[in-house]
C-alpha cells in the first residue's frame, strides 16, 4: 500500500461520506472509489461495505483503517524526529561552541585576512540605528612585548608587591594566545536608542565574532578582570572616557580540548508568560537602566 493510499483511507474514515473524503483527498469521488478498489485488489478483501452511498468499513476494512492509522503516526514521528535531528544539524557550530583557555591555545592563529572576516561576521550582528556601539583593537605580533610592558605595570599599580611569578602571569596575558584582539564597548549619544540597546548591541556582535572564529577552526575566548578598569591602560590604548574596554579575546588552534560542558537546562532561562504571570519579571528584576557591573566581568569567559 502507497502512502497516498493510506491517507485515502484515513480520509474516508474520518469523513464516513465519499464526497467529503474526496474532496479532502483533493480528488472526484470516482478517483477515490478506484484508488480503494486497488487497495481491495492489493489485500484480496473488501475493505469498504458496499452500496451507493458510505456505509462504513468491512472487518477486514477496520482492521486495515487501524494499521494505517498506526502507520501514519509512526510516520509522522519519524518526521519529526528528522525534522529536529535536521534542525540541530543546522545549527550544530552554535550548540557545539566552546570557550578555549589561552593555556590551550597554540599556532598557528587566525591570519589578517581571517580576523578581518570575523569582524565583517560581528558588523552583521544585531543593531538597532546601526550605530556599531563598539570596535576592535588588533594586536600586531611586533606590538604584544609592548603590551605585556602595559600589563605589567598595570599589575604593579595594582599590587606594588607582586611576586615575580604574578609579573610573569600578568607579561603571559599579552603574549601567550597566537592571536589577541580586544573589544571595546563605544556606545553612542543617541536618545533614539537608549545604551542599554547598545550593550546589546555589543554583546551580539562579540557573539558573532566568537562563533565565527569557532566556524574558522579557531579556539576562542574573551576575558575581562581588573585590568579593563584601569583608566591609564585604557587611555594608552585609546580607549576613550565614554568607552567601555569590555575584555581581551585570544584566539588560536586547539592544541588541548576542553572538558564537556555542563548540561544546561532550558527551564533555568525559559519561562512562559501569560496574563497574571508575573514571577519571572520579578525574579529577574526588571531595570530601566543596565548597571556598569553587566558590561565587564571578572575574569570569567564570554
Known sequence: ??????????????????????????????????????????????????????????????????????????????????????????????????????????????DRQEIDLMIEAALSAPDHGGLHPWRVLVFPADSRAKLADLF???????????????????????????????????P?????????????????????LLNAAHQLGYGAIMLSGERCFDSLLCTELGVESTEYLAGFISLGSVAVTPPPRKPAMLDAVRAVWGPGVSEPAQRNGCRDSMPSTAVTESQKPH
Not at 502512502?3 to 465519499?18: E, G, K, N, T
Not at 611569578?165 to 601567550?176: M, Q, V
Not at 553612542?188 to 562579540?206: H, S, T, W, Y
Open 1 to 110: 500500500m502507497q502512502q497516498d493510499q493510506i491517507s485515502y483511507l484515513l480520509a474516508l474514515h474520518r469523513q464516513q461520506d465519499w464526497a467529503a473524503a474526496a474532496a479532502a483527498c483533493q480528488l472526484s469521488q470516482a478517483q477515490l472509489k478506484k484508488a480503494v478498489a486497488g487497495v481491495e485488489r492489493e489485500y484480496g478483501c473488501a475493505l469498504v461495505k458496499t452500496g451507493a452511498v458510505f456505509r462504513g468499513f468491512t472487518v477486514e476494512g477496520e482492521k486495515v483503517v487501524a494499521w494505517a492509522q498506526n502507520l501514519s503516526e509512526a510516520l509522522s514521528t519519524l518526521k519529526q524526529v528528522f525534522a529536529a535531528s535536521n534542525s540541530r544539524k543546522a545549527i550544530a557550530p552554535l550548540l557545539e561552541r566552546r570557550s578555549i583557555s589561552p593555556k590551550r591555545l597554540e599556532a598557528p592563529g587566525p
Open 188 to 208: 553612542k549619544l543617541r536618545m533614539r536608542v537608549p545604551e542599554r540597546e547598545q550593550c546589546l548591541a555589543a554583546g551580539c556582535a562579540l557573539s558573532n
Open 152 to 186: 605589567e605595570q598595570e599589575k604593579l599599580r595594582r599590587d606594588p608587591l607582586a611576586s615575580p611569578e604574578d609579573i610573569k602571569r600578568a607579561r603571559e596575558h599579552a603574549t601567550r594566545s597566537p592571536a589577541l584582539l580586544a573589544f571595546v564597548i563605544s
